[in-house]
């Protein structure tokens, strides 16, 4: 499983590993939820720096957003 690991760069491995998963099947499971949380904290801060310069993000684009955010809060409640 370290193997595994440490085929991602530093922040992936690092995220994954804390998920102290009990085999490789489970770490392979998570591998696509820190993937998925790794893809919507990038785009929530793209969003803020778009939102810094003065644009603005579409609402479908924010309804979106916000929904994987709420996805991912409840992964870690």
Do not use: P
């Amino acid at each position: 499983m370290i193997i595994y690991a440490n085929a991602f760069d530093s922040q992936f491995c690092l995220l994954l590993r804390e998920r102290r998963c009990t085999s490789l099947a489970d770490m392979q499971v998570a591998t696509f939820e820190v993937e998925e949380n790794i893809i919507v904290a990038e785009r929530l801060e793209g969003d803020d720096e778009r939102r810094r310069k003065g644009g603005q993000s579409s609402s479908s684009y924010d309804s979106e957003i916000d929904e994987l955010a709420s996805m991912i809060e409840f992964f870690f409640l």
